[in-house]
């Protein structure tokens, strides 16, 4: 993103607030969808949704793309909009994935992902040191894993279904830590700007609810039990 803003007198915004937006923002992101997916795991959608798993995934690219791109140019409202379309996007993948697994498996799975997700969060709040060249790494041995994770499954080259989320979660720690940072940072980049540190408070949880959201896959992967 540019780190260029726009500068105004209004001030009234401090950091706490806007640090307390980022995860009220975060954990709303969470919630609805955690309950679009249980909800839509109840009923016939599962069994009959046909594509729209597919469509769904196809519009979660484009939201991210949209907010990623067009930030500093939308209005807080329509930023607002766009992290809620997401998260019900995501609930409806995610109720495909959890009626795989058993309720207890996916309960285990969030309190430890919280709890990860948690400390890296704590980590990335109160370390001084800058954690850009680490972010850095994370997310382009994020890209290659990805690829790489494609590559396996397309050739089915047998690597262990423990060996890849352990990687993820390695990865993931980097990352959260470091956006944590990164959204920190913004604040100080843009605070004399209501308008703009309400978006960037939206962009800082839209960032950590997808770190949270990887984090907690990666773990149901590891520790949950199949239906």
Request: with cysteine; hydrophobic share 55%.
């Amino acid at each position: 993103m540019n780190d260029t803003y726009e500068y105004v007198e209004d001030q009234s915004i401090s950091i706490q607030h806007y640090v307390n937006n980022i995860f009220k923002w975060m954990v709303l992101g969470v919630a609805i969808t955690f309950l679009t997916a249980f909800g839509l795991e109840r009923t016939s959608f599962v069994y009959d949704a046909g594509l729209i798993p597919l469509i769904a995934i196809v519009l979660q690219l484009f939201v991210a793309v949209r907010i990623a791109r067009h930030l500093l140019s939308m209005k807080a409202s329509t930023v607002k909009f766009l992290y809620i379309a997401y998260s019900v996007l995501t609930g409806m993948t995610f109720s495909i994935v959890i009626s795989c697994y058993t309720a207890m498996s996916v309960t285990l799975a969030f309190l430890v992902a919280a709890i990860y997700f948690g400390v890296l969060v704590i980590v990335g709040t109160v370390l001084k040191k800058d954690l850009t060249k680490i972010g850095t790494i994370c997310y382009t041995g994020l890209f290659v894993y990805v690829i790489f994770s494609i590559i396996a499954m397309i050739f089915n080259l047998g690597i262990s279904s423990l060996l890849l989320p352990l990687i993820s979660l390695v990865l993931f720690a980097g990352i959260t830590a470091y956006d944590m940072q990164k959204a920190i940072q913004f604040y100080y980049q843009a605070q004399s700007n209501n308008e703009m540190l309400t978006k960037l408070s939206i962009y800082g949880a839209f960032t950590l609810y997808l770190d949270f959201v990887n984090i907690f896959l990666d773990i149901l992967q590891l520790l949950g039990k199949e239906n």
